[in-house]
């Protein structure tokens, strides 16, 4: 970047570094028999937030929808579309409608949810990749999508802008629903899913179908956890990879949803084991995608994604809601701050100036890309620091 915005940046970074500090030093201080859990919750949330934005979604937004993939903040028209994006862009809107009810807002989320709605096949079952002349990509498997799309109608309906779209998520909800066991086999997959069911369960709670389901799901992941892990590996499969903290942020949600503690149990280990592996004290350094951390083997460096951030915010604010230790408040500031710079290059990842967030933090800095999953993390990642502040305050 320019070294005049490059220096304003630092400036501004700084400045938010010295608050944040001063909060931590004034907990720290404190006899540790005056950390109830909502002084805690005060102190670390109320920590100055950045004002969310959606100027980099509307940059990346057509009639259409969303476009996968940017060239710096250029939508890169040759990707296309993608479900999984759109699902989450309906996720995150809804959540953002919530806190700022916004004509603008209102116009993003029918442009995503429409998007979502017309990737469903008249049997239920979902559609992933769109070319730009808005054909489907038929050769394409929907990989996660499917749980990505039970997850977004599952908060539509806990949650929607306007009571009129629920009927309309609920009838598509209730259509998809029956391919989970066809549809989710990996454990992401089911994880969104479960994510999912368990937003309808928060709106209709004597759904025992749908209860059900969201019990079978949760079993699955315990039957990969049984097989894969060990003492020394709390994990569900060989190699950690990936959106990591959705799955125990699943196991937690279903443990609270169902009541049931050999969820919460797992949920916990797993939780630990993550928190062991991406956590170093200070800041977090997250599983790189250039080559994982495969069991036995040392975990990547880099490249780090916007993507685990975001599901180590998610995945926290689960583990406190079920538990109520507030050292996962304390840990969650810390994953957002990742994206401030709180990482291992002391790099911020979102750009003030552009209000959007590059797709990497790699060995030579960060990938100039602003693509739609890194904005989408982003933001879901801030409307849940909102969400926890609100709820702690």
């Known amino acids: 970047m320019p070294e005049a915005r490059f220096v304003a940046f630092l400036a501004e970074m700084l400045s938010m570094a010295k608050n944040f500090r001063k909060k931590v030093a004034s907990v720290s201080s404190l006899p540790s028999g005056d950390h109830s859990a909502v002084s805690i919750a005060q102190t670390f949330l109320n920590a100055e937030l950045p004002e969310p934005s959606l100027e980099h979604l509307k940059r990346l937004s057509d009639d259409t929808g969303l476009y996968q993939h ?59 990749f769109m070319s730009f002349n808005r054909t489907w990509r038929k050769s394409e498997p929907p990989a996660d999508a499917f749980g990505r799309v039970l997850w977004a109608f599952g908060t539509v309906i806990s949650k929607p802008p306007l009571p009129s779209y629920l009927p309309v998520a609920q009838e598509s909800f209730d259509r998809a629903i029956w391919h989970l066991q066809r549809c989710a086999k990996g454990a992401r997959a089911v994880a969104y899913s479960m994510l999912g069911i368990s937003e309808y369960l928060s709106r209709f709670p004597d759904a025992d179908d749908i209860k059900r389901q969201l019990e079978f799901a949760a079993d699955q992941l315990m039957a990969q956890y049984k097989q894969n892990s060990s003492p020394d590996w709390q994990w569900f499969e060989q190699k950690i990879t990936y959106d990591n903290g959705v799955i125990p942020q699943a196991l937690f949600v279903a443990a609270t949803t169902l009541n049931n503690n050999k969820y919460l149990e797992v949920a916990q280990k797993v939780c630990e084991f993550l928190l062991a592996n991406t956590f170093n004290g200070k800041h977090f350094s997250f599983v790189g995608c250039h080559g ?14 916007p993507i685990e951030a975001a ?18 408040l304390k840990l969650q500031r810390k994953a957002f701050d990742w994206f401030l710079g709180e990482n291992d290059l002391h790099i911020p990842l979102y750009d003030f100036k552009t209000k959007g967030c590059s797709d990497a933090l790699t060995p030579d800095g960060v990938n100039v890309n602003q693509g739609a999953e890194s904005i989408l993390s982003f933001l879901l990642a801030l409307l849940t620091m909102l969400e926890s502040q609100k709820c702690k305050a």
């Not at 990707?79 to 993003?108: S, W």
């Open 70 to 128: 940017a060239r710096f903040i250029l939508p890169d028209r040759q990707e296309g579309y993608c479900t999984d994006d759109n699902a989450r862009a309906v996720i995150v809107m809804t959540k953002y409608y919530a806190h700022y009810p916004q004509p603008e807002a209102l116009r993003f989320f029918d442009t995503y949810l429409s998007f979502i709605l017309h990737s469903q096949k008249k049997d239920g079952s979902i559609w992933n």
């Open 292 to 305: 994982w951390f495969e069991r036995g083997h040392t975990k990547a460096s880099f490249d780090q994604q």
């Open 311 to 328: 599901s180590m915010v998610l995945m926290l604010k689960a583990a406190y809601d079920a538990t109520g230790d507030s050292k996962f």
